[in-house]
């Protein structure tokens, strides 16, 4: 078993529009925290005392209500002796009854948390479950994906078309769960039942499929690895279904392909989704194998843009390069983003996922480095340096990308841009390809693979793998809301001869990093601190002093 809404305001129309894309439902930094953050941010004893092992959730869907009603039975293991747990669920969302064993139990609301009294005391490693039965109307996106909730829209031959998007809003607007993220069921089941004209298509495989007697259909999707509350999802609609599959240089069956979009799309779909291949093998070669093999790998379309609900990812691109047509990349790439990234978050936040959102740019800041890897394989380094740079002008670098732990608090949105190129930067620093990606594949395909983890995980493994003192890099580009700064001045020392004198003003303690240069053309490199440095240099005249900005994410102040 696993342990484990971005309004971010930034000041330029330009950074606006750039942080609006990359803001999956994320409120940014909090100044003050409340009671409500604590109860969905915190593990306290009502949480820790049981893991969750498997979820059943039921659900029925009436569109012309918009309404859900139904179950979810959570099986769960006892880790200390309990009487009391805590779930989540939205108080717009009805409790009808909570049942153990069909008894019975009393419970208590406060706010969105729900405070269950067991009829007798639980014991360690006692495994059990109980059901909770609920209705009523969920929360209505009004921008889905950047705000959670559900989607009632029409397709384009006005059948109805229902979807569900919920990351950073918490899943518990829709399902009673234990809304938090270090602990993961082991496996899942996803029942909704829904107008006998529509298909549902959830996470995992699909387990069965029935039309009832009363104009309903009821279908049933399993899930076989772990998963997060967010990545639960529910898409409804007139979807027909084409399938491929992959062939991997690791795994002796074929990874199955499934494809669900809207009739009138097919056969464009059909064409379009042919980029999935050489991302899966590109992903392959440097992340691992896909991580959810049995379950297969799965493109969704939806009424939005897109999110990356795991095995089941949503598209809605509309089969155009770039972000929604725009050319996303900077430098003129015309990739389609939405398949690229959010795919990328199987590895990256659906395999490795944080313990707590305060972590989330692990998912985001690993995912958005991936596409340069895509980059990189496809159509080469300089454009993928190039890709990488053209991120820089939409970091706004205001507040840290990482949150606080335990109220439910993430980073800035700079998480996908400035997280990215730190990694590229780190990269550098390591100057060892061979090293960098191997650690990269590793720490994806093997240390972490199906792991929720956090700060530290991250930084002693890549320490121990490099055998460098990395904390104080991560700690500034992490922890501090500005890059690091190399100042600099040129003095004579005599007639033939100058000094350069240098320093990194940083605010992580202890900060150290290699930075690169040039003099009159001659490259060459020299580690600074916060403390003053300096080298000689036997020339009479510096012509041109360059520090190469290109593969390190760093400012320079000359004085």
């Known amino acids: ?72 039975t959570l099986y769960f293991t006892a880790n200390t002796p309990f009487d009391r747990l805590q779930i989540d669920l939205f108080q717009n969302m009805i409790i009808d009854k909570i049942e153990h064993n069909e008894i019975p139990l009393l419970y208590e609301r406060d706010g969105n948390a729900v405070f269950i009294a067991m009829d007798r005391t639980i014991k360690p490693k006692e495994k059990d479950k109980i059901r909770v039965v609920y209705h009523g109307v969920p929360n209505q996106a009004k921008r889905a994906p950047w705000d959670g909730g559900f989607v009632w829209a029409k397709d384009d031959e006005n059948k109805d078309w229902v979807a569900v998007a919920c990351e950073g809003t918490g899943a518990s607007l829709w399902w009673p769960c234990k809304d938090e993220l270090s602990d993961e069921p082991d496996s899942m089941k996803i029942t909704c039942t829904y107008p006998v004209d529509l298909f549902f298509v959830g996470n995992g495989s699909l387990l069965s499929d029935s039309k009832n007697t009363d104009a309903t259909r009821t279908t049933t999707w399993k899930v076989s690895y772990p998963i997060n509350n967010y990545n639960v999802t529910l898409n409804i609609g007139n979807y027909v279904h084409f399938s491929d599959s992959y062939t991997s240089n690791e795994i002796s069956t074929d990874l199955s392909l499934d494809y669900y979009v809207m009739p009138y799309n097919l056969e464009q779909a059909k064409k379009h989704f042919k980029q999935v291949k050489p991302m899966m093998a590109c992903y392959e070669k440097y992340f691992g194998p896909y991580p959810f093999w049995n379950d297969g790998y799965a493109l969704v379309e939806t009424p939005y843009l897109g999110m990356e609900h795991q095995g089941a990812i949503a598209y809605g691109n509309k089969y155009k390069t770039g972000y929604n047509g725009r050319d996303f990349s900077g430098i003129g790439l015309d990739f389609d983003y939405i398949i690229i990234h959010e795919s990328g978050h199987e590895w990256w936040g659906n395999s490795v996922s944080c313990k707590d959102i305060a972590d989330l740019w692990i998912h985001e800041g690993f995912c958005t480095y991936a596409e340069s890897i895509y980059v990189e394989e496809l159509f080469g380094k300089k454009k993928a340096q190039d890709y990488i740079n053209a991120k820089k002008k939409s970091v706004a670098n205001k507040a840290p990308i990482q949150g606080k732990y335990g109220v439910n608090s993430e980073g800035a949105g700079d998480m996908y841009n400035k997280s990215c190129l730190f990694l590229n930067t780190l990269r550098t620093f390591i100057n060892n390809d061979s090293l960098w990606f191997g650690m990269i594949h590793d720490f994806s395909a093997k240390t972490f693979k199906t792991k929720n983890i956090d700060y530290n995980d991250v930084v002693r493994y890549f320490e121990t793998k490099s055998r460098k003192s990395l904390r104080p890099l991560f700690d500034q580009y992490l922890k501090q809301a500005e890059i690091p700064t190399l100042v600099y001045k040129i003095e004579d020392k005599n007639k033939f001869m100058k000094t350069i004198y240098y320093k990194w003003k940083a605010d992580a303690p202890n900060f150290q990093m290699r930075f690169y240069y040039s003099i009159n053309g001659k490259n060459d490199y020299a580690t600074a601190s916060t403390n003053w440095s300096s080298f000689d240099v036997r020339v009479r005249k510096v012509k041109k002093f360059v520090v190469n900005e290109e593969k390190m994410y760093i400012n320079i102040q000359k004085i």
């Open 1 to 72: 078993m696993r342990k484990g809404s971005l309004k971010y305001a930034l000041l330029l129309t330009f950074i606006m529009f750039y942080g609006c894309i990359y803001s999956q439902l994320l409120d940014g930094e909090k100044v003050a925290f409340t009671h409500d953050d604590s109860l969905r941010g915190g593990l306290r004893p009502e949480r820790t005392c049981y893991d969750v092992t498997f979820y059943d959730l039921n659900v029925k869907v009436d569109i012309a209500s918009k309404s859900i009603s139904g179950y979810n």
